[in-house]
């Protein structure tokens, strides 16, 4: 049963990136149930791509390198452009699965619905401690305020992505944040899938938890009561 013959997954990866060969393996029954991957990379594809792509059980033909110019927002932009499936499903490369990512994913695209659907988001591993702190501040953020991130996997029809006017290239951080916002002044509802998604603490043990927490708080407060007052003043115009 091809349960995935309508879905892309759209995979952008950084400059020197190498996460992606974790998570191929997991995504692979996307492509034995007639899905695609489009891992999208502003370099030339490995030379031992053909051989990993095997070694991870990965559908012949189903699997796609683009190259493209650098940059989160343009890769994947360029990657839906190259897409044949109905539903985009957008990924990073250290995103991670659980037993429940995939039925989640399958009870979400049998209904069919125009929505921004995202996961909930949990790290590994729990170093800095700290991080379930971010887990649980990710949680409230998305499921009650309405504003999930690129990390918990945005999953769209590709009209609507297209409808939206596709991710902001013009913008040096949060396209993702962006996209959620366009969604909501075009009257489409954010909802979450049922399912999990997790994402390497890499970031936060690296440049640590306190500055990398702050960073983005601020980040988003500030796109966000950017978008607030847009919204305001074309209510007030209208």
Request: glycine share 8%.
């Amino acid at each position: 049963m091809n349960r995935y013959i309508e879905l892309s997954v759209i995979i952008p990866l950084a400059p020197g990136e190498s996460a992606w060969r974790g998570l191929l393996p997991q995504v692979a029954r996307v492509t034995a149930e007639g899905g695609e991957i489009l891992l999208a990379a502003a370099r030339e594809a490995p030379d031992d791509l053909e051989d990993f792509r095997r070694s991870a059980g990965v559908e012949d033909s189903r699997l796609h390198w683009l190259v493209s110019p650098a940059g989160r927002a343009i890769q994947m932009n360029h990657g839906a452009v190259s897409a044949r499936g109905t539903f985009l499903w957008f990924l990073h490369a250290d995103s991670r699965f659980d037993n429940g990512t995939l039925p989640a994913l399958r009870k979400v695209l049998a209904r069919r619905e125009s929505c921004l659907w995202y996961f909930r988001l949990r790290f590994f591993p729990y170093e800095p401690p700290f991080v379930r702190l971010n887990e649980w501040g990710a949680w409230l953020r998305s499921r009650w305020v309405g504003l999930p991130f690129g990390d918990q996997g945005f999953l769209m029809p590709r009209r609507m992505f297209f409808e939206l006017g596709t991710y902001d290239v013009g913008v040096e951080y949060g396209e993702d944040h962006l996209m959620v916002w366009k969604s909501r002044e075009h009257g489409y509802r954010v909802r979450w899938t049922g399912g999990t998604l997790f994402t390497s603490s890499r970031k936060y043990r690296e440049k640590g938890w306190l500055r990398t927490t702050s960073i983005y708080w601020i980040r988003t407060l500030k796109q966000a009561l950017t978008c607030y007052l847009r919204i305001i003043r074309k209510r007030t115009e209208g």
